[in-house]
Nanobody
Framework: QMQLKESGGGLVQAGGSARLSCRFG?????????MGWYRQAPGAQREFVANITRNGAIAEYADSVKGRFAISRDNAESTVQLQMNSLKPEDTGVYYC??????????WGQGTQVTVSS
């Protein structure tokens, strides 16, 4: 299974920016089909934020983050990033990195906390 490790996040003021990074290993980058980010607010279910295909051809975003967040990947470094701008208090939550393999296997990181203060 792919091993994922998130970094970044922390406490940010509303209107500010933050950048998350996820490094994956344990398997070849070429085994990955899609890489992305999900988040979970306190008391809520985990929700989709954004994803991108390994070749970068397709990127998708949740409506709530369109125009504010940007996902990118660096296959050479086996990383996927999430640039978050114009942050809102409702963006607060634990952000999880996810990969989907070419065989449909899903892997998750342990998550990183993002707290947006008003």
């Amino acid at each position: 299974q792919m091993q994922l490790k998130e970094s970044g996040g922390g406490l940010v003021q509303a209107g500010g920016s933050a950048r998350l990074s996820c490094r994956f290993g344990g398997r070849s980058i070429f085994s990955v089909h899609t890489m992305g980010w999900y988040r979970q607010a306190p008391g809520a279910q985990r929700e989709f934020v954004a994803n991108i295909t390994r070749n970068g051809a397709i990127a998708e975003y949740a409506d709530s983050v369109k125009g504010r967040f940007a996902i990118s990947r660096d296959n050479a470094e086996s990383t996927v990033q999430l640039q978050m701008n114009s942050l809102k208090p409702e963006d607060t939550g634990v952000y999880y990195c996810n990969t989907i393999s070419m065989r449909g296997e899903s892997s998750w990181g342990q998550g990183t906390q993002v707290t947006v203060s008003s």
